[in-house]
Each structure stands twice: as structure tokens, then as C-alpha cells.
């Protein structure tokens, strides 16, 4: 008989892979009523401004640390909040919602890739089939499964955001698994946070100056107040929870289900369709996760970056 705590943690681990998968949502239906940085800006304001009461003080402790290092915490804010969720909204200028979660899923993928080309680490059979599992089922879903495309490289300019984002949040992780002690997740996640936004706040406000703010909507205001405190703060708590409860591997796999949570929405509120193409794209990327990532028992450490995904999604 299944535990009453495990089913809250499998709980937790869905309904936080659920708020993420409302971030793919946000990036497509607000394609056209918010230029895609000013999405980014006001999403980390919304999460500042939730978080500071509580991480302000542990933030002000923790200033030796800060200064310490400084150049690390700049480079994880820079790539896991000032650039990763801006390439997002980028590519759902142009790409489903469906494809965005796609793709998404494929940064463990990438981070066997850098493991080897960066720190020489061993790439046996699975990887090696996982890895070309997941590329075939990339390379059907941009192309549209047209070869033609693929002779001509007219890819979806949204699916290349994408994929560029997911790479980006690769080195992200394995620079966040190497995270210097002596700093709580509050502190260090508030710290993140604002050296990002401040990092973002020229592009933003070059993007003001060459594409005018549009009339702001209710439900313009109530997707950013959704992905600055649920996708972002909620969700980072609820993941937590389920790792601390049923391990960053059962997490990790759940977190793959993000592409069918995404693809429920999308159909619910963005009315997009779900091709055979979607279907065949998810078999081979899931399929080669899986070969490359759980077959093996000595490949249980990169599931553990799943447990970096937090606010970043």
C-alpha cells in the first residue's frame, strides 16, 4: 500500500511541473500583447517583490559570501534568469507552446554533451543512443518532419530559440551543482534574482525604445502575477518538497511529463492541435532521456540537476 507521504510528494512533483508548463502557455498567449523582455522584467520584478520579506534578512547575513563570489553569482544570474526565461519568450513569439515544452526537456541531453566535451567525462552506448534518439526527435519537430527543411535549415525561428534556451539552462545547472557552501537556498535564490534583473534592465529598456509598451490588459497583469509567483516561487517550494519526499530521481522523472501538462493547456486555452508529429517527437526525446539518463545506476547524479530546475522554469 502506497504511503501517505509519497503520494505527497508525487503530488508536489506534478502540480510543480504543472505550474511550469504554464510558463510555455504565458510565452504563446502573450505573444502579441507584450514584447518578450518586458514579459522577462516584470515576471522577476513580481518574484522580488514576493520573496523579499522573506530572504531579505538571510540575504543582508550572507554579505561576506556575496562578495566572495561575486563573479560565479553573476554568471548563474546571468544565464538562469536573464537569459534563459527572455529566450523563452523570444521563441513563443513564433513556436507553439507544445514545441517550447518540447524541447525544454532535452537539457539533460545537453548536459551529457558538455560533461564530455568540458570535463571528459565517459559517453557509453546509452548516452551515445539517447543522445541521437533526442536530436532525431528535435531535428522532426523543428523541421516539421520535412527533409526538405532540414537541406535548407528553415527552421522555426521560435524552435532554435528554444533549443539555444534549454542548452542554456544546461550550463546553468552544472554550474548550480557547483554552488560554493555557506549560503541558504532563500538568500542565494533573492540574490539571483536581482543581480538578473539588473543585468536584464538595459535590454529592456532598449526594447522600450524601439517597441513602445501596448495598452496593458487585466489578463496581461493576472499571466505576469501567474509566472512571478506560481511558476516561479510556488512551484520552486512545491519541487523542493517532492525531492526532500521521494528523491531527486522520482522527481526528475516526473518533470519529464512537462511536454503532456504543456500540451493540455495549450489545447485548452491556446487551441493548438496535437499531431501525430508531437507524438512521434515526444516518443524518440523521451525514449532517449531515458536510455541515456535512468538506464544506467552510475547516471543517477544528473538526475539530480532536475533539482536546479526551481524558479529558472
Known amino acids: 500500500m502506497t504511503s501517505k507521504p509519497l503520494l505527497i510528494g508525487f503530488a508536489c512533483a506534478i502540480a510543480a511541473t504543472i505550474l511550469w508548463s504554464g510558463n510555455f502557455i504565458v510565452a504563446r498567449g502573450l505573444s502579441d500583447a507584450i514584447a518578450p523582455l518586458n514579459l522577462a522584467f516584470w515576471r522577476w520584478v513580481v518574484a522580488i517583490l514576493v520573496l523579499l520579506p522573506f ?9 561576506s559570501w556575496l562578495t566572495e563570489n561575486a563573479g560565479y553569482l553573476s554568471i ?4 538562469g534568469v536573464t537569459l534563459f526565461n527572455s529566450l523563452i519568450y523570444y521563441a513563443g513569439q513564433s513556436s507553439s507552446a507544445i514545441n517550447l515544452s518540447l524541447i525544454a526537456i532535452t537539457f539533460p541531453v545537453f548536459i551529457l554533451v558538455l560533461s564530455r566535451l568540458f570535463l571528459a567525462e565517459a559517453i557509453g552506448w546509452n548516452k551515445f543512443g539517447g543522445i541521437v534518439l533526442v536530436a532525431a526527435g528535435i531535428l522532426l519537430l523543428i523541421s516539421k518532419g520535412d ?24 550550463i546553468y545547472s552544472m554550474l548550480l551543482k557547483r554552488k560554493p557552501g555557506g549560503i541558504g537556498v532563500p538568500a542565494f535564490q533573492l540574490a539571483s534574482f536581482i543581480l538578473g534583473l ?27 502575477l501567474y509566472i512571478g509567483i506560481f511558476a516561479s516561487l510556488l512551484a520552486f517550494i512545491l519541487w523542493n518538497k517532492a525531492i526532500a519526499v521521494i528523491g531527486a530521481v522520482n522527481a526528475g522523472m516526473v518533470y519529464y511529463s512537462l511536454p503532456i501538462f504543456s500540451g493540455i493547456l495549450a489545447i485548452a486555452i491556446l487551441g493548438e492541435a496535437v499531431t501525430s508529429l508531437h507524438l512521434y517527437s515526444t516518443l524518440l526525446i523521451l525514449s532517449g532521456i531515458l536510455l541515456a539518463v535512468v538506464y544506467n545506476p552510475s547516471n543517477v547524479d544528473l538526475n539530480k540537476l532536475a533539482t536546479n530546475k526551481r524558479s529558472a522554469k
Open 55 to 63: 530572504a531579505i534578512k538571510p540575504l543582508l547575513a550572507q554579505k
Open 76 to 79: 548563474v544570474s546571468l544565464l
Open 147 to 170: 527533409v526538405a527543411v532540414l537541406t535548407e535549415l528553415a527552421f522555426s525561428q521560435g524552435d532554435i530559440w528554444m533549443l539555444l534556451a534549454s542548452l542554456i539552462f544546461a
Open 198 to 224: 539588473v543585468f536584464l534592465l538595459p535590454f529592456y529598456l532598449l526594447e522600450l525604445y524601439f517597441i513602445p509598451s501596448k495598452e496593458v490588459e487585466s489578463s496581461t497583469v493576472m499571466s505576469i
